[in-house]
């Protein structure tokens, strides 16, 4: 009787096995496969679990997935497939390569679950150890010592850990440039200090000095250091011609991990030490370092009009890349045949931190999206589409803890084939926080020689640098930048971030344009915030040769050197804006031209500092009509604004400012940056229309869309105190 018992339970248990397997079968779809960090590349992908005593299963390796992706459309190219992840980490070997016959394929998380997709390598065996009196931890890496493997940054329990650094909080300050030119785009290998900036010890294995001048970084390796002449020696040159007062800081020595969080590599030894943060135990202890530059790569020939069309990403997260110098530290050489030339002998790049790619990176990329994804802990810029990427998709995404910018459109070459022209492509709900932390300079959004892309309904904040730039001709020569539409952006805390460090660098804007470009319009956005170090930190900035732009209805508050800035150009149409507070001058113009620089006209200008003109208005090749002007320190007293060099109506007697006024617009709170008008405010009697604030930034909470069209922000625009 047991016997016979047992016979029908294992019979049963047959049955239903059967039954489970013919289901899994029969609702597998065609088309659809699945990768679970816990599956195998034996199983079959075509279930998002294993089914008990059968193969049936998710893939483990994304490599597999796109393998079977690439079998089931190899009769059919058109045909679409679906990979879906399941949550949990995807360490990868190299990055993932999609091709041209790779098109029509999507890469969507499974069930809202968060996939990560890494570049990075966990780093295990710690111990602790006492150096110094500090309680460190340290773990071997054999493949460092044997030069294989090398790294600038560390993320650990999900934080990016601090590269070990003298000072810890701040910047010192060059004292002195003993080999000045008069040429300032000519570079140092060396520069004076303070002697007691810099600890008399040891240290020279791996250090850098990071120095900022103009508006780029440097990092340069240090050869030695003569204490008797106070003299820092570096293997590599700077950028740009150094100058007193630059600011620097040390970082890379062992001996500087002195404060929680700090990290540092002995290459040498191939030992890597850290100072854990209060609460961190080494049983649960998790570090990752990155091993490749990008983890995603979509590699189209433009130039032969074969692009890598209709892919998807939805709900990824991409983290773990790595971009350093060539010759110095530098990680896995992934294909390094995409980068800019680099010169070895210079320790960065003239502007925006030009030559570091997009940890996922696109050429001849057309009609995809990048949904709904997050690019994070990345030492790259996020994300990069390339020569002849057009019509393409970056939707309420978040960009954030990165060591480059967050998103590169375009390239540096005018392109006269329209194939091989990057255009038409929408960023658009996007959060973009927390940059410049390996390479200061760079930006937010980058566009370059690329016409027809929209940028809308974004949060920009937190960078060292410029928060948009657009061109990258300087001058009036050949350009690709036209027809670019920027509009109810939020882009602040540029330059002096909203944690209080900075500003470092100068010549910054919230946006910042080069060269000719018709149709270009920025209109509705908000921007507030901008500090520059020596000069330079302007809201909207026009640099040389930005021409026949619209700047409209935008609110401009809280910057260090204007809300306005010109630099030259010509036919731009600055119209029905705001620009409140600025601190040394409201509104400048630095070269004159034969032609008309712009139109400034039925804007409001209100200040309590600083000047309202800045710079060159001598000639009369501009044009300021219908303007309203208030300073507050005026009012009462009896004091006039002086207009350049002179009164009000001798400014006007040139010809400027006709139908302008000088008053109070009746703002409704501008202590606390509710620039909304009063009822009665003179500017609506001169025809100023009403901003309509309440729309700027994302429409949409990350991963919520539930929150629909709640703005980001709203009047009363409260923020933290001005920081001069």
Known sequence: ?????????FCWAMLLSLSWGATASSTSVAGQFFVSP??????????????????????????????????????????????????????????????????????????????????????????????????????????????????????????????????????????????????????????????????AAEFLAGVEAVVMSRWVESRLPLLSVDYEQALLNFAKRSVFQLGTGDLFYLEGAVEFVDVSGEWALDA???????????????????????????????EGRPEQSRFVEDVRFQGLVFSHTEWYFPGGFHTAADKPEIWPAVNPEVGGFAQAAIGVPGGVWGRGVRGSS??????????????????????????NCEFSHLGGGGIKIGETVVRSKPSEQSRGNLVTDCRIMDGGKLFHSAIGIWIGQSPDNRITHNLIQDFYYTGISIGWTWGYGPALATNNLVANNIVRHIG????????????????????????????????????????????????????????????????????????????????????????????????????????????????????LLGSSWADDKFQLCGNLYFDTRTAGSGKA????????????????????????????????????????????????????????????????????????????????????
């Open 1 to 9: 009787m047991h016997h016979k018992l047992l016979a029908q339970v």
């Open 38 to 199: 816990d599956g195998n590349d034996a199983w079959s992908g075509r279930r998002a679990t294993k089914a008990l005593w059968s193969q049936e299963g998710p893939f483990v390796s994304l490599s597999r997935a796109l393998s079977a992706a690439r079998e089931t459309k190899a009769g059919n190219p058109e045909q679409p497939v679906t990979i879906f992840l399941r949550g949990g980490t995807y360490f990868l070997e190299k990055p993932l390569v999609l091709t041209p016959a790779d098109s029509h394929i999507a890469f969507i998380a499974y069930n809202n679950e968060s996939p990560v997709v890494s570049g990075g390598r966990r780093i295990s065996g710690w111990k602790e150890t006492r150096s110094g009196g500090r309680r460190l931890w340290v773990a071997d890496l054999p493949e460092v010592r044997a030069g294989e493997w090398a790294f600038v940054e560390l993320w650990t329990n999900g934080e990016r850990a601090i590269r070990a650094r003298q000072p810890n909080r701040g910047y010192l300050e060059v004292a002195g440039v003993p080999d000045s030119t008069a040429n300032w785009t000519d570079g140092q290998y060396r520069f004076k200090f303070m002697k007691s900036d810099v600890p």
């Open 268 to 298: 040498a030894a191939g030992r890597i030490f850290y100072l854990p943060r209060p609460g961190e135990r080494l049983a649960s202890f998790e570090a990752i370092a990155p091993m490749l530059t990008q983890v995603l790569r979509l």
């Open 370 to 395: 990048f949904e709904q994804c997050r690019f994070t802990q990345l030492g790259t810029y996020g994300l990069e589409l390339s020569r002849g990427c057009s019509s393409n998709r970056i939707v």
């Open 496 to 611: 002096r971030r909203s944690d209080g460090d900075g500003p470092i660098l100068s010549d910054m804007g919230g946006i910042y344009t080069l060269s000719m470009q018709p149709g270009t319009r920025i209109v509705n956005n908000l921007w507030h915030d901008i500090a520059g170090f020596r000069y330079g930190g302007w809201g909207i900035y026009f640099d040389e040769g930005s021409s026949s732009i619209l700047a409209e209805s935008n609110l401009v508050y809280h910057t260090t050197h204007g809300g306005f800035h010109q630099h030259y150009g010509a036919t731009n149409v600055v119209r029905n804006n705001i620009f409140a507070l600025a601190r040394d001058h409201q509104i400048q113009r630095s070269r004159p031209e034969f032609h008309r620089s712009f139109c400034f006209m039925t804007n409001i200008v209100y200040f309590n500092s600083g000047v």
């Open 641 to 724: 604004i002086p207009f350049a060099a002179g009164t009000f109506d001798s400014w006007r007697t040139r010809g400027h400012d006709i139908g302008s006024k000088v008053g109070d617009p009746h703002f409704v709170d501008p202590v606390r940056r509710d620039f909304r008008l009063q009822p009665g405010s003179p500017a609506l009697e001169m025809g100023f229309k009403p901003l309509d604030l309440s729309h700027v930034g994302p429409w949409s909470g990350f991963f919520s869309p539930s929150r629909g069209k709640a703005p980001i922000d709203q009047p009363p625009f409260v923020d933290v105190p001005q920081p001069w």
